[in-house]
T-cell receptor
Framework: NAGVMQNPRHLVRRRGQEARLRCSPMKGHSHVYWYRQLPEEGLKFMVYLQKENIIDESGMPKERFSAEFPKEGPSILRIQQVVRGDSAAYFC????????????FGPGTRLTVT | DAKTTQPPSMDCAEGRAANLPCNHSTISGNEYVYWYRQIHSQGPQYIIHGLKNNETNEMASLIITEDRKSSTLILPHATLRDTAVYYCIVRVADTGNQFYFGTGTSLTVIP
């Protein structure tokens, strides 16, 4: 079974550009979570999605950040007009149901804003 | 979700048991204790979880005190590959959407 896949693994963007991060959950999982990890810090929850629905976006910055999980295809985390403070590792996790004790994490996308 | 307190770092000799403590004095009756770990630059990995009984799986054992205010994760025979940051998290089972990762304990296994 393939695990959670994220691409790209590394992404470099200049200030003001857009960043698109993709996450394909494990087969059979319809629940996706995005976390951000700043350097030397723990992971911080951003958003929880089910297919075509945003369930909890309490950790998402109010501006420039958006997420979707369409009926077909991967989940996308989109950051518009990136700034240096957006440089971080972005991890996606998936689970087969809400509240599952185990979230399966992908390898992460490391975003660097220059 | 209750807050947890862990030592920032620990060392353990290879082949010995690694005992990682966690305090969660404000834990509620319906909150479980979860342990995840993050090996350098990788995504976190689930280890084990429990409510009030001690638990054991192929990776580790979880010992929860009777008052549930603290717990210990035990890696019975630590290897170099166990070097990682270990996160103790408390969360309501079945309804929580997210895990609150603190700063964890950085465990270094020494040859």
């Amino acid at each position: 079974n393939a695990g959670v896949m994220q691409n790209p693994r590394h992404l470099v963007r200049r200030r003001g550009q857009e960043a698109r991060l993709r996450c394909s959950p494990m087969k059979g999982h319809s629940h996706v979570y995005w976390y951000r990890q700043l350097p030397e810090e723990g992971l911080k929850f951003m958003v929880y999605l089910q297919k075509e629905n945003i369930i909890d976006e309490s950790g998402m910055p109010k501006e420039r950040f958006s997420a979707e999980f369409p009926k077909e295809g991967p989940s996308i985390l989109r950051i518009q007009q990136v700034v240096r403070g957006d440089s971080a590792a972005y991890f996606c996790a998936s689970s087969p149901r809400q509240g599952a004790y185990e979230q399966y994490f992908g390898p992460g996308t490391r975003l660097t804003v220059t | 979700d209750a807050k947890t307190t862990q030592p920032p770092s620990m060392d353990c000799a290879e082949g010995r048991a690694a005992n990682l403590p966690c305090n969660h004095s404000t834990i509620s009756g319906n909150e479980y204790v979860y342990w995840y770990r993050q090996i350098h630059s990788q995504g976190p990995q689930y280890i084990i979880h429990g409510l009030k009984n001690n638990e054991t799986n192929e990776m580790a054992s979880l010992i929860i005190t009777e008052d549930r205010k603290s717990s210990t994760l035990i890696l019975p025979h630590a290897t170099l590959r166990d070097t990682a940051v270990y996160y103790c998290i408390v969360r309501v089972a079945d309804t929580g959407n997210q895990f609150y990762f603190g700063t964890g304990t950085s465990l270094t296994v020494i040859p």
